[in-house]
């Protein structure tokens, strides 16, 4: 089973449709961390995630929210760590508890200290230019594998 999947998006709303498609695969339990710099698509991309799991509210950005909240086909964390100015906040937030009902998503990982699960799917965000973001998406272990091989059954659709 793969461990590494490269894909290029072209638009916000490629990467919304690939978030879309992720989520069709998930489980509960399954993390999922989104690494790079600001304005790379992270938000974009999580936005995807709650509307294939049938979310109906809207995903905030980071200015507002450390840790939201979403129901849809099953409940979504979605936690942006950009503003936690020390690792022990994050510590403090036990975002490893939210982990078991349903599935976790975080902007800014790196801002925590490395409380999340072992076997978790690690997609990096690039900017390759104003429209084009390169998705490298890498599984750590058996169940995130799972999620990768769920994304590689059909060919990655184009906008
Ligand atoms: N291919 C693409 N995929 C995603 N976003 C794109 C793409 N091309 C352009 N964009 C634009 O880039 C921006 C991405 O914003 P987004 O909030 O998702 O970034 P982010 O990685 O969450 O940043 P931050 O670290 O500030 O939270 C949006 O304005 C979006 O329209
Ligand atoms: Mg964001």
């Known amino acids: 089973m793969r461990d590494c999947l490269i894909?290029?998006?072209?638009?916000?709303?490629?990467?919304?449709?690939?978030?879309?498609?992720?989520?069709?695969?998930?489980?509960?339990?399954?993390v999922v961390l989104l690494s790079g710099p600001l304005g790379a698509g992270k938000t974009v991309f999580a936005q995807g995630l709650a509307r294939g799991l049938g979310v109906t509210s809207g995903v905030s950005s980071k200015s507002f929210v450390l840790l939201g909240?979403?129901?849809?086909?099953?409940?979504?964390?979605?936690?942006?760590?950009?503003?936690?100015?020390?690792?022990?906040?994050?510590?403090?937030?036990?975002l490893e508890d939210y982990c078991s009902d349903g599935v976790l998503v975080v902007e800014w990982p790196e801002r925590a200290l490395?409380?999340?699960?072992?076997?978790?799917?690690?997609?990096?965000?690039?900017?390759?230019?104003?429209?084009?973001?390169?998705?490298?998406?890498?599984?750590?272990?058996?169940?995130?594998?799972?999620?990768?091989?769920?994304?590689?059954e059909k060919k990655w659709s184009s906008p």
């Not at 990096?124 to 599984?139: H, Q, W």
Request: charged share 30%; net charge positive.
């Open 7 to 30: 894909v290029d998006s072209h638009s916000p709303n490629h990467t919304r449709r690939l978030g879309q498609r992720l989520a069709k695969a998930l489980k509960p339990g399954d």
């Open 114 to 152: 490395d409380v999340f699960p072992q076997d978790r799917l690690v997609i990096s965000f690039e900017v390759m230019d104003e429209r084009r973001r390169r998705l490298t998406l890498k599984a750590t272990g058996p169940r995130s594998k799972r999620l990768l091989a769920a994304l590689c």
């Open 69 to 94: 909240e979403y129901q849809g086909r099953l409940k979504m964390y979605h936690a942006d760590l950009y503003r936690l100015t020390h690792p022990q906040e994050a510590a403090d937030l036990g």
